[in-house]
């Protein structure tokens, strides 16, 4: 997953172990669903959260 995000120009994310629950749902509901909605939102909260920490450095 990391190198996916990297090779897309983004930073990579470290799930946090109190949400491995919401990212195991999340790969059931895209292998059982085809549904990626779950996964890209869980990715995106963290991609944030990672590229608003490179920005408060840089302030």
Not at 20 to 27: G, I, K
Not at 33 to 49: H, I, Q, T
Request: proline residues 5%; hydrophobic residues 40%; without cysteine.
């Amino acid at each position: 997953m990391n190198l996916e995000l990297m090779k897309a120009g983004f930073p990579p994310i470290d799930i946090k172990f109190t949400d491995r629950l919401a990212y195991y749902q999340a790969f059931d509901t895209f292998h059982s669903k085809g549904n990626p909605s779950e996964m890209e939102d869980l990715f995106a909260r963290y991609v944030n959260e990672r590229l608003d920490q490179y920005l408060s450095i840089l302030e």
